[in-house]
């Protein structure tokens, strides 16, 4: 089973171009010549390894391959590498500076891939598919206004509940919670009820990413504002930006969450929760998805005032198509036959995971992977679903691992906030370089 230590490890891992990341971007940026676009084989490297089931994107490439071999698309997968999620972003900066390497890569949507758009690596995907493809793909999120990257996978964040505590404590829960407030008013009654309401394991920082997404979202008109607080246009008091403060004060006071919050992990908590101990949890679906849906289920996070108070957080991890690469017309109709129905079908089979694309037949799916498809794609009318911290660079997740353990443990919002603010005029300070650019790509983002 894929563990929730591997797969927060991994996004850290990915957004790891911190402080001086910057100066490595520009290596590559003086151009070069671009790949042919004749022939019909293409090479691809990839990882999400950490995702789905232990070994299945491996299986679903390698099958993915063997169905393109069958069919009549004039493309074919000539070589397929798999470099562990440790090693990608290396290996990537390596083929970008050289420009030289596979046409497909799987890499990190918004903030992450605008770093490789600088370096002259990648030529929109758009420009190579089908005429309409863009129409169907789900959570791709333009970059002035190009499709730059194809999403892969559906990486969601979940809240989800054991059925039986909330039997147990007479309490009815909806397609999603209706409040911050009915939240409370539920644990209370949980609580009451002599069972555990919440299961967060803080020690590590992931669960507090989590949570923090559904606060952010809560109160999230715009993709820009956090960025905006990065760059010192918007402030830290801002409920958008810090109103997870109090949600973890009042979580931890109230007595809703296990009393070693902050000595236990993430996997750790993740084990207990699953074991039976607490009655909602927040974490990736590669762990549930497989479990009794008559104890387990989907919840919907709280709603809230914001356009962005979806009731899921997913991110649509794109395959990026390298502007050096070889065959890149090929390469466009292996991605237009990824998504027709039949291989969403495949990839979903086989990983346990779920695609980006409306074409997706989700009846075959089980009742947790089910209702999460729901929620992606019918999130409630004038609600938008996005995972906020993708457009921030590595300081916007670091900052809530750093903080949010010290939020749990009693900490008051008012020292938070100075922290959160004084740790981000460091950054800026710090890193004027990427920050220069960094406000180029928060003007070419939309939403």
């Given at each position: 089973m894929a563990g929730s230590w591997?797969?927060?490890?991994?996004?850290?891992?990915?957004?790891?171009?911190?402080?001086?990341?910057?100066?490595?971007?520009?290596?590559?940026?003086?151009?070069?010549?671009?790949?042919?676009?004749?022939?019909?084989?293409?090479?691809?490297?990839?990882?999400?390894?950490?995702?789905?089931?232990?070994?299945?994107?491996?299986?679903?490439?390698?099958?993915?391959?063997?169905?393109?071999?069958?069919?009549?698309?004039?493309?074919?997968?000539?070589?397929?590498?798999?470099?562990?999620?440790?090693?990608?972003?290396?290996?990537?900066?390596?083929?970008?500076?050289?420009?030289?390497?596979?046409t497909l890569e799987t890499w990190y949507p918004n903030w992450l891939t605008y770093e490789f758009i600088i370096q002259d690596a990648l030529t929109p995907v758009e420009d190579h598919v089908r005429a309409g493809a863009t129409d169907d793909w789900l959570f791709a999120e333009p970059i002035d206004g190009k499709h730059w990257g194809v999403p892969f996978y559906a990486e969601q964040a979940l809240l989800i509940a054991n059925k039986r505590h909330l039997a147990k404590a007479g309490v009815e829960v909806g397609e999603r919670l209706e409040s911050w407030d009915a939240f409370m008013d539920a644990c209370a009654r949980i609580k009451r009820s002599g069972e555990l309401p919440v299961m967060v394991g803080a020690a590590d920082g992931y669960s507090c990413d989590k949570w923090s997404l559904a606060s952010s979202m809560e109160f999230m008109?715009?993709?820009?504002?956090?960025?905006?607080?990065?760059?010192?246009?918007?402030?830290?008091?801002?409920?958008?930006?810090?109103?997870?403060?109090?949600?973890?004060?009042?979580l931890a006071s109230d007595g809703y969450v296990n009393d070693d919050v902050v000595k236990i992990t993430e996997q750790q908590s993740l084990d207990r929760f699953l074991g039976g101990e607490g009655a909602f949890a927040m974490l990736y679906p590669g762990i549930v998805f497989d479990k009794d849906p008559e104890q387990f289920r989907v919840v919907g996070y709280w709603n809230g005032p914001g356009r962005y108070a979806a009731p899921i957080a997913v991110s649509g991890n794109p395959l990026l198509m390298t502007s050096y690469g070889e065959n890149k017309d090929a390469a466009g109709r292996i991605v237009d036959f990824m998504h027709e129905p039949e291989q969403l079908q495949l990839f979903s089979s086989i990983t346990g995971e779920l695609p980006c694309n409306r074409n997706f037949d989700p009846s075959e799916l089980g009742e947790l992977e089910r209702t999460a498809w729901g929620l992606m794609t019918d999130p409630g009318e004038g609600k938008i679903v996005t995972w906020p911290r993708d457009r921030m660079p590595v300081v916007g997740v670091d900052v809530i691992w750093e903080l949010g353990p010290r939020a749990f443990a009693g900490e008051s919002p008012a020292a938070l906030r100075e922290a959160y603010a004084g740790r981000m005029e460091r950054y800026r300070d710090q890193n004027s370089a990427q920050m220069a650019e960094y406000e180029k790509y928060v003007d070419a983002i939309e939403g």
């Amino acid at each position: 089973m894929a563990g929730s230590w591997d797969r927060g490890y991994t996004r850290r891992q990915a957004m790891g171009v911190g402080a001086a990341g910057i100066g490595s971007l520009y290596l590559a940026a003086c151009g070069g010549g671009s790949g042919s676009s004749g022939g019909r084989d293409v090479a691809v490297v990839f990882d999400f390894e950490y995702a789905g089931k232990p070994g299945s994107m491996r299986r679903y490439w390698d099958a993915l391959r063997d169905r393109l071999e069958e069919s009549d698309v004039d493309a074919r997968l000539s070589d397929l590498a798999f470099v562990n999620y440790a090693n990608l972003q290396a290996r990537l900066q390596s083929n970008h500076a050289a420009r030289s390497g596979p046409t497909l890569e799987t890499w990190y949507p918004n903030w992450l891939t605008y770093e490789f758009i600088i370096q002259d690596a990648l030529t929109p995907v758009e420009d190579h598919v089908r005429a309409g493809a863009t129409d169907d793909w789900l959570f791709a999120e333009p970059i002035d206004g190009k499709h730059w990257g194809v999403p892969f996978y559906a990486e969601q964040a979940l809240l989800i509940a054991n059925k039986r505590h909330l039997a147990k404590a007479g309490v009815e829960v909806g397609e999603r919670l209706e409040s911050w407030d009915a939240f409370m008013d539920a644990c209370a009654r949980i609580k009451r009820s002599g069972e555990l309401p919440v299961m967060v394991g803080a020690a590590d920082g992931y669960s507090c990413d989590k949570w923090s997404l559904a606060s952010s979202m809560e109160f999230m008109d715009s993709v820009k504002q956090l960025p905006r607080n990065v760059l010192g246009e918007l402030p830290v008091d801002e409920p958008v930006v810090s109103a997870w403060m109090e949600r973890f004060n009042q979580l931890a006071s109230d007595g809703y969450v296990n009393d070693d919050v902050v000595k236990i992990t993430e996997q750790q908590s993740l084990d207990r929760f699953l074991g039976g101990e607490g009655a909602f949890a927040m974490l990736y679906p590669g762990i549930v998805f497989d479990k009794d849906p008559e104890q387990f289920r989907v919840v919907g996070y709280w709603n809230g005032p914001g356009r962005y108070a979806a009731p899921i957080a997913v991110s649509g991890n794109p395959l990026l198509m390298t502007s050096y690469g070889e065959n890149k017309d090929a390469a466009g109709r292996i991605v237009d036959f990824m998504h027709e129905p039949e291989q969403l079908q495949l990839f979903s089979s086989i990983t346990g995971e779920l695609p980006c694309n409306r074409n997706f037949d989700p009846s075959e799916l089980g009742e947790l992977e089910r209702t999460a498809w729901g929620l992606m794609t019918d999130p409630g009318e004038g609600k938008i679903v996005t995972w906020p911290r993708d457009r921030m660079p590595v300081v916007g997740v670091d900052v809530i691992w750093e903080l949010g353990p010290r939020a749990f443990a009693g900490e008051s919002p008012a020292a938070l906030r100075e922290a959160y603010a004084g740790r981000m005029e460091r950054y800026r300070d710090q890193n004027s370089a990427q920050m220069a650019e960094y406000e180029k790509y928060v003007d070419a983002i939309e939403g």
